[in-house]
Antibody, heavy 125, light 110 residues
Framework: EVQLVESGGGLVQPGRSLRLSCAASGFTFDDYAMHWVRQAPGKGLEWVSGISWNSATIGYADSVKGRFTISRDNAKNSLHLQMNSLRAEDTALYYC??????????????????WGRGTTVTVSS | QSALTQPPSASGSPGQSVTISCTGTSSDVGGYNYVSWYQQHPGKAPKVKIYEVSKRPSGVPDRFSGSKSGNTASLTVSGLQAEDEADYYCSSYAGSNNLVFGGGTKLTVL
């Protein structure tokens, strides 16, 4: 069974940093693109960042570019999101998501499949 | 990267069909066939229903269908069932390794 377990969330003051992690199991992690998607309380989904299986392709939403860094450790089946200069508007539930397997492509970068339960980040003084 | 535009709400009676639109630009929806749709029930994680504009992942009933014309993608749910009541989000590739979601549509089964 595919499992994605996020950790690292919490309450942090504006301007400070936080590092989210996602532990993956139940699939061949290094075959799959991975993403971070967030959802503010009562709001819609917002794609935050994505990374291809080999880290050659990385993308960021404009709202986090220059402040957040995505990375992965295929040897440890883990995904990370380093979040710096946090703002109140970064407050959200952060989901770790793997890429959907479609014919001809394992873990496609363009579509999302299994979502973790999320970890909550609250930015407030 | 601007969010794709979806109607805030949609509704239909059981057995009917409902279509949800997702409007972007030539830089996202209109420029690529990498459109997907996700269903999210309250308090739950989203589930993919459609990928590559109109394809269904294994296990998704054929009551769910997708299409695209120009800068607008659409999701049609036919034979509405009570369990279809949920929030629906579209997503598109937007170039430069970026993805973008729509604002979401709350589907109510009357």
């Amino acid at each position: 069974e595919v499992q994605l377990v996020e950790s690292g969330g919490g309450l942090v003051q504006p301007g400070r940093s936080l590092r989210l992690s996602c532990a993956a199991s139940g699939f061949t992690f290094d075959d799959y693109a991975m993403h971070w998607v967030r959802q503010a309380p009562g709001k819609g989904l917002e794609w935050v960042s994505g990374i291809s299986w080999n880290s050659a392709t990385i993308g960021y939403a404009d709202s986090v570019k220059g402040r957040f860094t995505i990375s992965r450790d295929n040897a440890k089946n883990s995904l990370h999101l380093q979040m710096n200069s946090l703002r109140a508007e970064d407050t959200a539930l952060y989901y770790c998501v793997n890429g959907l397997t479609v014919p001809g492509t394992l873990g496609s970068y363009y579509y999302m499949d299994v979502w973790g339960r999320g970890t909550t980040v609250t930015v407030s003084s | 990267q601007s969010a794709l535009t979806q109607p805030p709400s949609a509704s239909g009676s059981p057995g009917q069909s409902v279509t949800i639109s997702c409007t972007g630009t030539s830089s996202d929806v209109g420029g690529y066939n990498y459109v997907s749709w996700y269903q999210q029930h309250p308090g739950k994680a989203p589930k993919v229903k459609i990928y590559e504009v109109s394809k269904r992942p294994s296990g998704v009933p054929d009551r769910f269908s997708g299409s695209k014309s120009g800068n607008t993608a659409s999701l049609t749910v036919s034979g509405l069932q009570a369990e279809d009541e949920a929030d629906y989000y579209c997503s598109s590739y937007a170039g430069s390794n970026n993805l973008v979601f729509g604002g979401g549509t709350k589907l109510t089964v009357l």
